[in-house]
């Protein structure tokens, strides 16, 4: 008998790529405080998360609910555009391109939903970014799909542990997340922003 994998939500993937801490005291402890960015993020989601369709010669779904048995993965797609017959996933951000992959592994994971309910290709989405209004489109390469595979695989390994990975000191990262005051990584951080399950 095959034991039934953990779901994992779409955003714990996306927080877990960004910080394993964070993903941890958000989807174990319930953690989660609000600050500029998160305030300003959920303002710009309005919109999409009521959820609507617009016809057109593009064909535009908002808040379109995704999973995938394979992957035991769940979630929803802020944008799914309709190229012809082809899905196109858009991940919705309200600032501008950074240096982490944590979107990229987000609207990827939403391509891989897609293709295991629709049983299609999905080759490309993209991450719309909300203050410029430009789009980036994200290819779905078999390099990509390979390391959010195992993104996936390793947010599933960390809530199924139920540890909590200890504070790092990021200073990129660290100064515009919402649980600072929470996680006090200038005081306790340490090591690489890693998790390796120890």
Same mark, same amino acid.
């Given at each position: 008998?095959?034991?039934?994998?953990?779901?994992i939500p779409l955003s714990a993937l996306?927080?877990?790529?960004?910080?394993?801490?964070?993903?941890?005291?958000?989807?174990?402890?319930?953690?989660?405080?609000?600050?500029?960015?998160?305030?300003?993020?959920?303002?710009?989601?309005?919109?999409?998360?009521?959820?609507?369709?617009?016809?057109?010669?593009?064909?535009?779904?908002?808040?379109?609910?995704?999973?995938?048995?394979? #992957?035991? %993965?769940?979630?929803?797609?802020?944008? !799914?555009?309709?190229? +012809?017959?082809?899905? $196109?996933?858009?991940?919705?951000? =309200?600032?501008?391109?950074?240096?982490?992959?944590?979107?990229?592994?987000?609207?990827?994971?939403?391509? #891989?939903? %897609?293709?295991?309910?629709?049983?299609? !290709?999905?080759?490309? +989405?993209?991450?719309? $970014?909300?203050?410029?209004?430009? =789009?980036?489109?994200?290819?779905?390469?078999?390099?990509?799909r390979d390391a959010t595979r195992?993104?996936?695989?390793?947010?599933?390994?960390?809530?199924?542990?139920?540890?909590?990975?200890?504070?790092?000191?990021?200073?990129?990262?660290?100064?515009?997340?919402?649980?600072?005051?929470?996680?006090?990584?200038?005081?306790?951080?340490?090591?690489?922003?890693?998790?390796?399950?120890?």
């Open positions: 008998m095959t034991m039934r994998q953990t779901r996306n927080h877990f790529a960004y910080c394993p801490r964070r993903c941890a005291l958000i989807h174990q402890e319930q953690v989660f405080e609000e600050n500029q960015f998160t305030l300003e993020g959920r303002d710009h989601h309005q919109r999409v998360d009521a959820g609507f369709v617009r016809d057109g010669p593009i064909r535009m779904e908002t808040a379109v609910h995704l999973w995938s048995e394979p #992957l035991a %993965l769940t979630g929803i797609a802020d944008v !799914v555009e309709w190229h +012809g017959d082809v899905p $196109y996933p858009i991940e919705y951000k =309200r600032g501008a391109r950074h240096a982490w992959i944590n979107d990229e592994f987000q609207v990827c994971a939403q391509g #891989l939903c %897609l293709e295991d309910m629709l049983h299609c !290709v999905v080759p490309a +989405g993209a991450i719309y $970014y909300v203050e410029s209004r430009r =789009r980036r489109e994200v290819v779905f390469t078999a390099t990509l195992q993104a996936i695989e390793e947010t599933r390994a960390l809530l199924d542990s139920g540890r909590i990975p200890p504070p790092t000191d990021h200073r990129e990262r660290c100064p515009n997340c919402s649980l600072i005051d929470l996680c006090l990584p200038a005081l306790y951080g340490q090591g690489p922003l890693t998790w390796d399950g120890e």
